[in-house]
């Protein structure tokens, strides 16, 4: 009753769409107060720090951001509304999920990042991402949408078509220019009051982060000329995932890389412990590791101009390789170059040239790509492979043969079984990534070095970043600065005729490395020339000291844009990061 009487005082008023889009507004921002009652605890803070003006304006384009979007909506003749409400629930679930996960609405990153990352792992971020309990929180702004549709429609659409396009300018020229005012002065994941105007505010973010980036060529080189082809190999080898205390060859109390630690007795493998990873997601660390960049967060956007590892390994006569499995960085790389190649790259491998010739890969199977580089190794010397490996992305369980074998420790989580924080679920957690890391890392090298007879080759390994493993009950594997997420393996495996063993031999003990220490020891491998150093990269491990530090990470905008932040790792080793504390019982295989 009251509602019918509501709505006839509605339709009498001169502008009724305009009145029902503020009550809707006013219903939906007032339930969003109680349904992330946490955020606005956290936003009240920021009237402390900001100032009342500072505080109030945002508050208010935000408010009025969704007034303006729900007037867009009404706006609309009913069938075409009832559409747009279904995809505006859609974007309310997507938004929920990452709220319920990392407690945040998305962000241009995020954005970019669905929108580059290979559609395997896509479809894993949203099985693991995905909860039942979205629907509950979604419910209420499920409500308020559906009720624009009761709002009066403008009548016949053709007849007023004119009219409706004249009042929707208005608006829609304030749902843009009010978020490229948030974009200049407010960071990104403050003011959000309603998950749909968050993710339009986004959504425009991203296109005007675009609209800055750097779009032309990367530096060159100066001139050299190599002589010939060197006999030696060097393979760079970026994991996905892995974390570095989980290995047994970091003191990690499961035996979870006896291979490796068999290599390392044999002199065969220099290990340079837990490594920083320059960033919290593929995406950073890799941009970080191709290009030796070395200062956080990338406002020059130095990884998009610096030369890349091919351009050097190009240059001193090696044949270059790039294998990605992941799409890790190709795809940007490729983008870049557009209909052309790589540059200074000789062959990419993808999962669809494997494909293609009908390689089997065992799909998310990394020993396969181990079979791959031994194959190229024996053929002759003189390679520079980088291999960004499928490694440990979550789902774990699907990282390795569900058998007896390589199921060794136990119970595992099922497939697509989300992340549990209970100890009973997190046991199973470190139970499934610690039999993915015994076949994704260890298995993966017994399968390298033992197939490879051409052994005049050195590799270097690290991982583009860790994973939380749960510890404080994170639902999230990486994504966010925790530290625990940029603790990685870093170390050398050589063969038994690398022709530069003494190289390896003087590197300093007790060094404590990141991954921006890697460029420049790759270019040591290579025998680069200072002459041809056109950056100033950070020291390869061959000349770092133990007081070299501390090393810093970032997570969020890469360049700065958006959300970013930049932490630290103390110089002095931190105890409690080094050795992973994740489990406590069972460390004896079943
Ligand atoms: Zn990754």
């Known amino acids: 009753m009251i509602a019918k009487y509501s709505l006839r005082a509605i339709t009498r008023t001169p502008w009724p769409r305009a009145l029902s889009a503020m009550l809707a507004a006013t ?196 001139p050299f000329q190599h002589s010939k082809r060197p006999s030696d190999s060097i393979i760079y080898v970026i994991d996905e995932s892995v974390r570095g205390s989980s290995l047994s060859l970091n003191g990690y109390p499961r035996p979870t890389t006896p291979f490796l630690q068999s290599l390392e007795k044999q002199g065969r493998l220099n290990n340079l412990g837990i490594c920083v990873a320059a960033g919290s997601f593929s995406h950073i660390s890799n941009a970080y590791l191709i290009s030796g960049h070395n200062e956080f967060p990338d406002n020059a956007y130095r990884t998009d101009r610096n030369p890349t590892i091919f351009d050097y390994a190009k240059k001193m006569g090696y ?103 209970s100890a009973a679920g997190r046991e199973k957690l470190v139970n499934t990534y ?17 197939e490879t007879t051409n052994r005049n080759y050195v590799i270097l390994y690290t991982s583009d970043h860790g994973q939380t493993l749960s510890e404080h009950g994170q639902v999230y594997t990486h994504m966010k600065p925790d530290r625990v997420i940029v603790d990685v393996p870093d170390f050398l495996v050589s063969g038994e005729r690398y022709e530069r063993k003494d190289l390896l031999a003087g590197i300093p003990q007790g060094i404590r490395v990141s991954h921006l220490n890697n460029f420049a020891t790759l270019l040591d491998l290579m025998d680069v020339p200072a002459s041809l150093r056109v950056r100033p990269y950070d020291k390869s491990i061959f000349s770092l000291s133990g007081d070299d530090s501390p090393r810093y990470y970032m997570s969020g905008s890469l360049h700065g844009t958006g959300d970013y932040v930049v932490k630290t790792v103390p110089a002095l080793s931190h105890a409690a990061w080094t050795i992973s504390k994740t489990f406590v019982n069972r460390t004896k295989p079943e």
């Open 27 to 222: 219903l939906a921002v007032l339930i969003d107060s109680v349904v992330r009652s946490s955020d606005y605890r956290d936003l009240l803070r920021l009237l402390h720090t900001a100032g009342l003006m500072n505080f109030l304006v945002p508050l208010a384009l935000a408010f009025l951001q969704v007034a303006a979007l729900f007037y867009l909506i009404i706006l609309l003749p009913r069938i075409l509304r009832a559409l747009v409400i279904l995809v505006s629930v859609l974007v309310v679930i997507v938004q929920f999920s990452y709220w319920l996960t990392l407690s945040q609405f998305m962000t241009g990153t995020d954005l970019l990042l669905a929108l580059t990352v290979s559609g395997e792992n896509r479809a894993d971020a949203i099985t693991s991402f995905f909860q039942p309990l979205v629907l509950l929180y979604a419910l209420p702004y499920i409500l308020v949408l559906s009720s624009l549709m009761l709002a009066p429609a403008a009548g016949p659409f053709a007849s007023t078509f004119r009219k409706t396009f004249a009042l929707s300018l208005l608006p829609a020229f304030f749902l843009v220019s009010s978020n490229y005012a948030l974009f200049l002065y407010v960071p990104e994941r403050s003011f959000h009051l309603n998950p749909l105007t968050s993710f339009v505010r986004l959504t425009i973010h991203y296109g005007l982060e675009n609209l800055g980036a750097y779009h032309g060529p990367r530096d060159g080189l100066p």
């Open 319 to 421: 044949e270059t390789i790039y294998i990605d499995v992941n799409q890790g960085y190709l795809p940007k790389l490729l983008k870049a170059a557009g209909d052309g190649p790589v540059r200074s790259l000789d062959r990419w491998m993808n999962e669809q040239w494997f494909e293609d010739r009908r390689i089997d890969l065992e799909t998310r199977m990394d020993p396969a790509i181990a079979r791959i580089v031994s194959s190229l190794l024996n053929e002759r010397g003189g390679y520079f492979i980088v291999v960004n490996k499928k490694g440990l992305h979550f789902h774990y369980s699907y990282r390795y043969p569900d058998d007896r074998a390589n199921t060794i420790w136990r119970p595992v989580m099922g497939a697509s079984e989300p992340i549990d924080t």
């Open 434 to 450: 610690d039999n993915g890391i015994r076949f994704q890392v260890d298995e993966f090298f017994r399968v390298l070095v033992s």
